[in-house]
């Protein structure tokens, strides 16, 4: 009996790679064809942004992934931020895509841009691709780029800079304080909890669960310079721990009405 149920879990664990797989297959070739296209159609951020909320959708869908969102009115309509998740797992990704409700772009490892379509329909979204082995460059691109926090539009940036790999929240580097400071926009903390139990790091294994979303109070930036930058940071750490609970169960949660 204990072997048997031992296949079974080996065998649902399979399957649920192959609905992954599937997931990842059939909604992101053509949405990300779709992207392209559009893109050579309008300079409007907003048809790739609605497209990429439906890969979301589709994806979230089909493997079982919901969220639950709390604090949505810290959220100002028209308001820019430079968002700061924590980032347990790529699982979050489809999280905060359903979940945030200011428009944003992201900002992503370069290596994300050679997968063949994937990482052009990105780039095509309007998204900002960072070298991480070059620092200094990769700051400059931040600065170059900091054009698109406007028109209440913000730019997505996990201050951790790389997934937990056991889920907890690690140490936060500057990239993102550098730009809130030079542009005066407001930094708006966020916490997921839960996204590293429905999708380990290194796992292609995606299991139904209800990922946490917390939008905390935004952050003000306006008036601080360089020397500012490790308290802003460590404030907004604070921020994100406060909701932060690597006891969360996303498979016993209550899921979203």
Known sequence: MADGGGKVLVLRR?????LAAFALTVMTLPLATAVIFVSLFTSSPRPSY???RIWAWGVSKITGVRYSLQGAENALPGMSYVITPNHQSNADILALMRALPTPYRWVIKKELTKIPLFGLGLL???????DRSDPKKSLEKLQSDSGKLKG????????????????????????????????GIPILPVTVNGAHKVLPKHSLEIRPGVISVTIGQPIPTVGLGENDIPSLMEKTRQAVAKHFDLNYDPFHADLPK
């Open 50 to 52: 609605i497209i990429c």
């Open 152 to 183: 209440g539009w913000s730019l997505l940036i996990y201050p951790e800079g790389t997934r937990s790999r056991d889920g907890n929240l690690q140490q936060f580097k500057k990239g993102a304080f550098v730009l809130a400071v030079s542009t």
């Open 14 to 18: 399979w399957l649920r790679i192959a």
């Open 124 to 130: 095509r979204t309007g998204a900002v691709s960072l």
